[in-house]
């Protein structure tokens, strides 16, 4: 069997936007019935959040369309960039903290989760509204779905 890909979706604090991504994408490949074909995590670019739960706001989201989330928010490693296929980041600096931690030849893993629908940042919800992190979700949605097809 081939290896699985490996997706690693990177915010700052790991509890709003990046567990959003990572309990949204594993429900999606699920639904495909790809889900042993990835491995599924996310970090954040600062560990000021490292070892708690996702925001309750993430978890509403996710919650009100079924989707569950067992995760720990922890930082970034330095070993992610070689344990990894794909590291999508939600926002530009994010993805220039992850350029600036990246080894030369892993350089080209690194992505802005909005790529696929013509770019854009997911912005950073969490002195935002109930609706900010809708939107999150929304743009998440549409974005994730056409990632699963390039990374396969
Ligand atoms: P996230 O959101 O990067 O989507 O998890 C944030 C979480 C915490 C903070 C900022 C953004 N913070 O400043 O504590």
Redesign the pocket.
Known sequence: MSERVGVLFV????????PMAHGLFAHLVAARGLAGRFEIDSA?TAA??AGELP?PRTLAVLGERGIALDHRARGVADEDFARFHWLIA?DHANLRALRGRCPPEHRGKLHLALEPIGGGEVS???YGSAQDFERNFAELERALDAWIDQML
Not at 11 to 18: A, D, K, Q, T
């Open positions: 915010c700052l604090g790991n509890i709003c936007r990046s954040g000021y959040h925001d939600m950073d919800p969490y």
